[in-house]
């Protein structure tokens, strides 16, 4: 262990942090501009709809302001538009005037209050603008978006620039350090540099140089506005990942334009949000994309950012070591752990709870309009109104139950103070995590699970596994809390007993007990999931090279794009997804992973069937109807995946027995649930016991 010391409490010098810390490059100071940074780490940048929630500057200065005493040096906030047809979607945050700076100051205030220092992200959506109003440097529709824009003018584009450097100058008077140009995912600025969406004959659009004038022209202008003394970072699309992006060596010159024009850091940008790779979520390897930056760090002078899926200090200081780049930006995990600083300086990196990068919590809400928060740690961006605090009177509380919701619950209430004791029926704690941590490209669930086990020791939980609790031995305790969970859903079928139908539980431990053709009854989360797993090759999952290859992506950007033919994994079974509604498979998956979960199951083969009605089950497969037609799928094995029934046999004789009983996750309501919400549950009523 490095120090007990809170890092924010100590003064840096490079000889000092290399001595006393695991993560020697992660801790050493960066000058940067006129500044000298505390350490390597910056706070990216995320939308968390707090912006534009009522009180909502004041609860983001409690949001940044937790994670800056715990030791993030610098933050860069959530995008910002700097007009009004910038916003990403109709009354989105801009800043425009002194009224909408005099809001910022909270935000300005609490960082520096606690010792840090936070730029003003400033983004123009173009053509992503959810709104009619949209405009963009060519009328081309986004294909993820359905209103078309309007074509900028070459007034316009004057006004714009303008627009930015206003917004630039409105930050500094707001008392922000700095500011981040957004220039890449494929909003205003990328839309201006790549041919893709820039097809203007004027000279704004044509070669290379006027296609990237607009954006050199927002830096310069935004330097000569503010002077020296204000960090200009600006966000290269260094890998568009769309047809007819840019070629490396478009992206090179970008990058050394903005640089002559007065950026002092830039920061990493990866693909397009209508890019159809995916670039952050649980699949993707962690820090998949830090050999681009690693190019484009040698040739520049300033100083550069990496980014995407790095979420542990060994990631982070591994992609420093290598020379990837001379910063790490991470945004999620900050949501899953504020304290993750203060625990990787003081050596605890098992304490940290580990950003898995599910999307449930944060991007999704953002996309369907909810306040951001995090799947493992539900006071993220509720700060102010979740707390968990100490309690006066230590009350005895049992547990029923381990998993999420049981964790969850048993961990905070210790952390408060009580006594607790966790009873788990199992010889393992995680319940339904211990089947998601084994579906290809979920292995990052297995990090809750070590974070909780870590937790729950570090609070003194008294874990009993292969325990059956019993209402008479719960009677002893002050309060109990049932995490029972749930039990899979029974199929009522004719040859449901038949030796070729499996369970899913079964299906995702024991998978080589399933045959060459499978079909899967059920295509919610879980039927996704087993599909995933019963189609991939028993090859190490997570293999960087094969992910490369699967997605079609060409890390040396040789052809526009960084896109590269893909290759076709094989399936070692057949597999057939079935639902009886007639709607498209996986349509109630996550907004923002659905649809990479459907596209790896294309890529592998499986097939999907809706409007399925299951007649029988014999030596001869699946009977079944689709769409009124008898069918019969000669299947060697069928795997049941219907959902959940809540176990909660405890529940009324311990009411009848005046036991102050709670019950949370799945034993609570088995419809719909996910560990978001079981998680979420725990923390609550163990904050309120
Ligand atoms: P589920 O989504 O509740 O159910 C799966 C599907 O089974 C239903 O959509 C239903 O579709 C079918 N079904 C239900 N009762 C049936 C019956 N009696 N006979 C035949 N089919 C029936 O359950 P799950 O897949 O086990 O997922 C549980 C929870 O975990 C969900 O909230 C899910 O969102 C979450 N989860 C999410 C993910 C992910 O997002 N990747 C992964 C794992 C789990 P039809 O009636 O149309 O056939
Ligand atoms: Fe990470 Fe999931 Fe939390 Fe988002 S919700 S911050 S992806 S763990």
Redesign the pocket.
């Known amino acids: 262990m490095a120090t007990q010391l809170s890092y924010s409490c100590l003064n840096f010098s490079a000889s000092e942090t290399t001595t006393v810390t695991e993560y020697p490059r992660l801790f050493r100071p960066l000058d940067v501009g006129h500044l000298t940074l505390p350490n390597r780490i910056l706070m990216g940048s995320m939308h968390t709809n707090l912006e534009e929630a009522p009180n909502g500057f004041s609860r983001l200065a409690s949001f940044y302001a937790e994670r800056v005493r715990a030791g993030v040096g610098l933050i860069v906030t959530g995008g910002i538009a700097p007009n009004e047809q910038g916003a990403v979607f109709q009354g989105a945050s801009k800043l425009t005037n002194a009224v909408e700076a005099a809001r910022h100051r909270a935000v300005t205030a609490a960082v520096h209050e606690a010792g840090g220092r936070v730029c003003l992200q400033i983004l123009h959506a173009g053509r992503y603008a959810y709104s009619p109003d949209l405009v963009a440097p060519s009328a081309i529709r986004a294909p993820i978006n359905p209103y078309t824009p309007r074509e900028l003018s070459a007034d316009d584009i004057e006004t714009h620039i303008e627009d930015y450097v206003r917004c630039a100058a409105l930050a500094h008077d707001a008392g922000y350090d700095g500011v981040e140009v957004m220039g890449s995912e494929g909003y205003l600025i990328n839309q201006f540099v790549c041919r893709r969406t820039n097809h203007r004959r004027d000279e704004w659009g044509g070669d290379l140089e006027r296609r990237i004038r607009f954006p050199v022209e927002i830096v310069r202008r935004i330097r000569e506005a503010v002077g020296s003394e204000f960090l200009l970072i600006f966000r290269l699309s260094m890998i568009d990942l769309v047809e007819e992006g840019s070629t490396w060596q478009e992206v090179v010159v970008l990058g050394r334009a903005i640089e002559a024009a007065g950026a002092d850091l830039i920061n990493t940008g990866i693909g397009w949000h209508e890019a159809r790779v995916p670039t952050i979520v649980t699949s993707v390897p962690r820090a998949a994309f830090a050999e681009v930056s690693k190019r484009m760090r040698a040739e520049l002078t300033v100083p550069l950012i990496t980014t995407n899926r790095i979420n542990m200090p060994e990631v982070a200081e591994r992609v420093l070591a290598d020379g990837d780049a001379d910063m790490v930006s991470m945004a999620r995990p900050f949501l899953a752990d504020p304290d993750w600083v203060n625990k990787a300086w003081e050596g605890r990196p098992e304490e940290i709870n580990t950003c898995i990068a599910c999307n449930q919590a944060c991007l999704d809400h953002t996309f369907q309009g909810k306040l951001t928060s995090c799947l493992v740690n539900p006071r993220a961006c509720h700060e102010t109104e979740l707390e968990i605090r100490v309690v006066d009177t230590v009350r005895d509380i049992a547990v029923v139950g381990g998993g999420p919701a049981g964790m969850a619950t048993a961990m905070t209430a210790a952390q408060r103070g009580h006594r607790v004791t966790l009873f788990e029926r199992s010889s393992e704690l995680g319940g339904q995590f211990n089947y998601?941590r084994r579906i290809p490209g979920k292995e990052e669930f297995s990090e809750t699970l070590r974070y909780y086990q870590v937790m729950l020791d570090k609070y003194d939980v008294r874990v009993h596994l292969n325990r059956d609790a019993d209402v008479q031995s719960l009677k002893a305790y002050d309060a109990v809390v049932l995490a029972t969970g749930v039990r899979p859903?029974e199929?009522e079928l004719p040859g449901i007993d038949h030796p070729r139908v499996i369970r899913y539980p079964t299906a995702i431990l024991y998978p080589e007990r399933v045959g060459p053709s499978v079909a899967i009854?059920?295509?919610?989360?879980?039927?996704?999931?087993v599909a995933e797993l019963l189609s991939h090759a028993d090859r190490p999952t997570l293999d960087p090279e094969a992910w490369y290859a699967e997605w079609g992506v060409d890390l040396g950007v040789q052809n526009r794009g960084g896109l590269k033919t893909r290759s076709q994994p094989v399936s070692p079974r057949r597999v057939v997804l079935l639902?009886?509604?007639t709607s498209k498979p996986g349509k109630?998956?996550?907004t923002t992973?659905g649809w990479v979960?459907r596209t790896s199951l294309r890529h592998r083969g499986v097939e999907t069937l809706s409007g399925c009605d299951y007649q029988r089950i014999d030596d001869d497969g699946l009977h079944l109807h689709v769409e009124g037609d008898p069918r019969l799928l000669p299947v060697d094995s069928v795997v049941v995946?219907?959902?959940?029934e809540p176990v909660r046999e405890l529940y009324q004789p311990l009411v009848e027995a005046h036991v102050d009983v709670h019950m949370v996750g799945g034993a609570w309501e088995a419809?719909?649930?996910?560990a978001k919400r079981a998680i979420d549950q725990g923390t609550r009523l163990a904050a309120r016991l």
């Open positions: 998601a859903r199929l009854i059920g295509a919610g989360g879980i039927g996704f999931d639902q009886r509604k109630e998956l996550g992973t979960h995946c219907i959902g959940q419809t719909e649930l996910d």
